[in-house]
């Protein structure tokens, strides 16, 4: 499989809702790895199958503990909220100040197809939870209230305007 290319707001496959996958083929575990590829190569902690295009709902998420690669992850259980600072591969250099649950379950299956359950908290839990907003087309700019996220995306537009004048 090709390298894949993390795509970047305004592009508008990343605000697309992903389809569940139905059947884990050969497919889609060659996505899974070069998912896995992209977000390593992109240092990042997390990468969902709509950043790289692929309207599924596929997630990757290390955070220095291991890749977990989830198929269809879901939300199924959430306790208390907490601020922290976020960052996305689709909004390169902005970073925001997003309010999540602190604790979740998250159920999903892994490539063989058996569901797993994950009872995270702190970085495990908001990388999770992230991920699972993209799935929905969300990005951390629609977690903030109107006048934040007005203001956040114009810090997004000059911090890479600035970036393309320098090209
Ligand atoms: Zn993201």
């Known amino acids: 499989m090709a390298k894949l290319e993390i795509l970047t707001y305004p592009n508008p496959l990343i605000r697309k809702k992903s389809a569940p996958v139905e059947n884990i083929t050969e497919e889609t575990v060659k996505t899974c790895a070069a998912m896995a590829e992209a977000m390593y190569r992109a240092k990042g902690v ?12 596929i997630i990757a998420v290390d955070i220095g503990e291991g890749l977990i ?13 907490e601020k922290g600072e976020e ?7 902005l970073t925001v100040d997003v309010k999540r649950h602190a604790k979740v379950q998250v159920k999903g299956y892994d490539l063989k197809g058996t569901e797993v359950i994950f009872d995270a908290e702190e970085l495990l839990a ?3 939870q992230h991920e699972i907003d993209h799935l929905d087309g ?3 700019i629609d ?11 114009r810090k997004y537009r000059k911090l890479n305007a600035e970036e393309k004048d320098k090209d």
Do not use: M
């Open 46 to 57: 997390g990468l969902a199958a709509p950043q790289v295009g692929i309207l599924k709902k």
């Open 69 to 81: 690669t989830l198929i269809n992850p879901r939300i199924t259980l959430f306790e208390g909220d």
């Open 87 to 93: 960052g996305c591969l689709c909004l390169p250099k």
């Open 126 to 128: 908001r990388a999770l």
């Open 138 to 140: 969300l990005l951390i």
């Open 143 to 153: 977690r903030l209230s109107r006048l934040k996220r007005d203001l956040a995306l």
